[in-house]
């Protein structure tokens, strides 16, 4: 079996799958250094191969008509120096023969603390097929004609039209239909059904954030919430103190809350709010917090928040050192992957096989994050920790209380990837767990 019927089976989006069907790639810009990192697919949607390409934006602008690039230009640096988070374009890339293949750029722009623009991240997508296809839907549907009598042909859309309006400033009637339903097909990597067998055996969720980092809900509501859901348990995870855009807690207010947690616990019995952290992972793959104070807590969460488009074989390296630290108990969301919403990212690249033979040795749970942006690890990785031999943690990452029910997310991609039940720690009593943590 070839790589690519391997993702195609595993129903997993990889760069080949993903062309053939959409004609998407990412891209990855750091302003300091000006390099735009494209990946293959994002190559090919701009005409280009891994060959042909040096690393610079103008190779990639040359591909544009002239007045084409100044428009883009004009865009990117509006959003850069306008402070904006994101920008869309839309764009089309001239062909040596026939129609130009429509492009669709959808970007966001990391800035550091003091809002300068240090990177801009984003995936491009060839939507010719879709352009043509929706003006003709759309056509279709006026003139009460069907498909198959030609009119997806007669509708080709009218290029030069088209870049009028855009150079107008308006955007074209159907470029706003494609950005619905670019929304929607991102949205539409998450099953649709599915998990309600695993998730009626879960009695807890090992990742929920508070309002004492950058959740929007105490801790009593988000624990009266998790009692109310059936669990039996929930562990609190508020992040660390490098994550200080998530007002990451120091140890001193990692200390405090243990306390308040304990104060909390004697209301709540039998429900049971375990002591947690969501770790940053460093560079070097050490955890951000004090030692004592990670062995104090019922569970620790490790992940990686910063530096996520490092080497594969640096990143390899943080994470192997992190998951064999026998203060970690789950890895979460690993690839760091964003696949919904205005913030896409692509995912960090690592061994993966090594990193969850490493967790499957050194019995840390790989995370199934169920946020709908998240929903990491891709099923392709998923697959290959289910080989491995690793435990799950099916998890919400929840930082409201409604969030808490986004389990049957991750619980449809556990089943789907035939993740064994008995290796979800979440089926485990708040004793057996903590006992697990500990060992
Ligand atoms: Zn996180
Ligand atoms: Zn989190």
Redesign the pocket.
Known sequence: MTDDDRLTRSGEIGPAERLAMNRTGSFDWDLDTGTIDVDESGLLVFGLTQDAYDGSPATLVARLAPEERTRLKGIVREAVKGGSVSYNAHFPIPQAEGAPHWTHVQARILRKPDGRAQRIVGVVRDTTAEVSHTAACRRARRTGATEGTGVRERDRPKTAAVVREALDGRVPEYLAVLEAELEESLRSDGPASGGEALRAALRGDC?LHSDWSDGGATIEDMGRTAAALGHDWAVLTD?SPR?TV?RGLSAERLREQLDVVARLNEEWAPFRMLTGI?CDILDDGSLDQEPELLDRLDLV?G???SKLRMDAKAMTRRLERAVRNPLMDVL??CT?RLVAGGRLRPESEFDAERVFAACAESDTAVEI?SRPERLDPPRRLLRLAVAAGAYFAVDT?AHAPGQLEWQILGCARAEECEVPEERVINTWSADRLSRWTRS
Do not use: F, P, Q, Y
């Open positions: 990742h992040h994550l998530a969501e969460v992940s990686v928040h979460g969301h760091g994050n990452d």
